[in-house]
């Protein structure tokens, strides 16, 4: 079963936090998954509407030492492909899409350049 949660940018703080996404409106908040005593339950914070995305999947990046990363809807992903050998980024914006259908067949590296709310000028590259 594919695992729901979402990350956005913390109003306040300006960094990211991850956890589940439960309140959209006016202003969405994000309240982490682990439960923490010290704080005497579980954190919540309020993010900027735009930079809120879910979770795709965890993508290898299949360089030369196989490495994950966690990849949300808004990353830019760097694809190297075989035959013919080529680089080109992927925005991730439908979850629903499959990873061959949304990197092509004959991936051979995968990697994480950035995200589209930090690093815009990554989509004129």
Do not use: C, H
Not at 6 to 12: K, N, P, S, V
Not at 62 to 81: C, H, K, L, T
Not at 102 to 124: C, D
């Amino acid at each position: 079963m594919r695992e729901i949660k979402f990350r956005g940018i913390e109003l306040e703080s300006k960094n990211w936090v991850y956890g589940s996404l439960i309140n959209f409106d006016p202003i969405p908040e994000i309240q982490e998954n682990d439960y923490d005593e010290g704080a005497y339950g579980y954190q919540r914070w309020e993010v900027i509407p735009e930079s809120v995305g879910q979770f795709y999947m965890e993508l290898q990046t299949y360089d030369n030492e196989v490495q994950s990363f966690d990849a949300y809807e808004g990353d830019i992903i760097e694809v190297g492909r075989y035959a013919p050998t080529e680089y080109y980024t992927v925005v991730i914006e439908d979850i629903r899409k499959t990873p061959d259908n949304l990197f092509g067949s004959s991936v051979v590296s995968r990697k994480l350049l950035g995200n589209i709310y930090e690093n815009p000028e990554l989509l004129n590259a």
